[in-house]
């Protein structure tokens, strides 16, 4: 067992007797392409913001099929730096050793998707906590070789690319249960060697296979910022391209952008990263931010520091 992460039960096969079933009278969600929310680790740290959150997720997850990713670098970060154990990135992806594998599985998995599941769970959502190695949802081989924005060839050590294909069954079974899948960014090779995963990098590219009706990808930024610090409210592949090769793009939203063209490419309908440090009902509809598809999202505001508020 990974060091810091805590055991879970083992969990009924979904479409058993053990799982509840909705009313014969509700719309059966299979039968609708789900939302894949991503939530960004920053905003689940303080008690009011995740059950803001919570609230808000739990009302989207009782009127249509929701699954909700989530990181926790940040969480990370802080028990690395109580470790010892030093941080190195490139684009936004964790450079993982065998040392920081170690803290990434037991923060995430034990930690951070354990809290959300029981908020959410509080806030009357029937979550169901998993990482990408449960039922292999999300396949990943070793990325031994990555190729930088700038060119250069890093090894980022125990990290996994996705390389599923189709519709992940544990997911849309558990979804025509009626429960919502929320996903710990840790999955693990065809060896069983556990591997680190990016949040967004996941997202995508469960939106992909899923066939998403919308993937937002929600953090601490209101959106995708120009270098004025404003809002650019719309962005195509050549905006994303712009971006990335011109160094516009901070190293955490490059893997946000490549994330969301994934998603796209796969056929995920909507696609929009959005500003979620204010939790209210209704916020990932009126949320600031940048859609990669469709009309621009309403607003602009620039890029406040982060706040606790509700």
Same mark, same amino acid.
């Given at each position: 067992?990974?060091?810091?992460?805590?055991?879970?039960?083992?969990?009924?096969?979904?479409?058993?007797?053990?799982?509840?079933?909705?009313?014969?009278?509700? /719309?059966?969600?299979?039968?609708?392409?789900?939302?894949?929310?991503?939530?960004?680790?920053?905003?689940?740290?303080?008690?009011?913001?995740?059950?803001?959150?919570?609230?808000?997720? *739990?009302?989207?997850? $009782?009127?249509?099929?929701? /699954?909700?990713?989530?990181?926790?670098?940040?969480?990370?970060? *802080?028990?690395?730096?109580?470790?010892?154990?030093?941080?190195?990135?490139?684009?936004?992806?964790?450079?993982?050793?065998?040392?920081?594998?170690?803290?990434?599985?037991?923060?995430?998995?034990?930690?951070?998707?354990?809290?959300? /599941?029981?908020?959410?769970?509080?806030? +009357?959502?029937?979550?169901?906590?998993?990482?990408?190695?449960?039922?292999?949802?999300?396949?990943?081989?070793?990325?031994?070789?990555?190729?930088? *924005?700038?060119?250069?060839?890093?090894?980022?050590?125990?990290?996994?690319?996705?390389?599923?294909?189709?519709?992940?069954?544990?997911?849309?079974?558990?979804?025509?249960? +009626?429960?919502?899948?929320?996903?710990?960014?840790?999955?693990?090779?065809?060896?069983?060697?556990?591997?680190?995963?990016? $949040?967004?990098?996941?997202?995508?590219?469960?939106?992909?296979?899923?066939?998403?009706?919308?993937?937002?990808?929600?953090?601490?930024?209101?959106?995708?910022?120009?270098?004025?610090?404003?809002?650019?409210?719309?962005?195509?592949? $050549?905006?994303?391209?712009?971006?990335?090769?011109?160094?516009?793009?901070?190293?955490?939203?490059?893997?946000?952008?490549?994330?969301?063209?994934?998603?796209?490419?796969?056929?995920?309908?909507?696609? *929009?990263?959005?500003?979620?440090?204010?939790?209210?009902?209704?916020?990932?509809?009126?949320?600031?931010?940048?859609?990669?598809?469709?009309?621009?999202?309403?607003?602009?505001? +620039?890029?406040?520091?982060?706040?606790?508020?509700?």
């Amino acid at each position: 067992m990974v060091a810091g992460a805590t055991q879970r039960p083992a969990r009924p096969v979904a479409g058993g007797s053990n799982y509840p079933r909705r009313a014969t009278s509700e /719309v059966e969600p299979a039968a609708v392409a789900p939302t894949i929310i991503k939530l960004g680790g920053e905003l689940l740290e303080t008690p009011a913001r995740l059950r803001g959150l919570a609230r808000a997720l *739990a009302a989207i997850a $009782a009127r249509e099929p929701l /699954v909700v990713v989530h990181g926790g670098g940040r969480e990370v970060d *802080a028990e690395m730096a109580r470790l010892g154990i030093a941080k190195r990135a490139v684009d936004g992806l964790r450079i993982t050793d065998a040392a920081t594998l170690e803290v990434v599985a037991g923060v995430l998995a034990g930690r951070v998707n354990t809290r959300l /599941v029981a908020a959410l769970g509080v806030a +009357g959502a029937r979550a169901v906590g998993l990482t990408g190695a449960d039922a292999r949802l999300a396949p990943v081989r070793r990325e031994r070789r990555y190729r930088s *924005a700038d060119g250069q060839s890093v090894d980022l050590g125990y990290v996994g690319r996705p390389v599923g294909e189709g519709p992940p069954t544990l997911l849309t079974d558990l979804l025509a249960a +009626g429960y919502t899948p929320v996903v710990a960014s840790l999955s693990a090779a065809a060896t069983g060697q556990v591997l680190n995963v990016n $949040a967004d990098t996941l997202a995508g590219d469960l939106a992909a296979r899923l066939k998403a009706r919308r993937l937002l990808i929600a953090g601490s930024t209101a959106g995708v910022l120009d270098e004025a610090g404003k809002t650019i409210p719309a962005l195509d592949d $050549a905006g994303i391209d712009t971006l990335i090769r011109g160094g516009q793009a901070s190293a955490g939203m490059v893997a946000k952008l490549l994330a969301c063209r994934a998603a796209l490419a796969g056929g995920a309908g909507e696609v *929009a990263i959005l500003d979620a440090r204010r939790p209210r009902q209704g916020m990932f509809e009126q949320a600031v931010g940048t859609k990669l598809a469709g009309r621009p999202m309403t607003g602009g505001a +620039g890029n406040d520091d982060i706040d606790g508020s509700n």
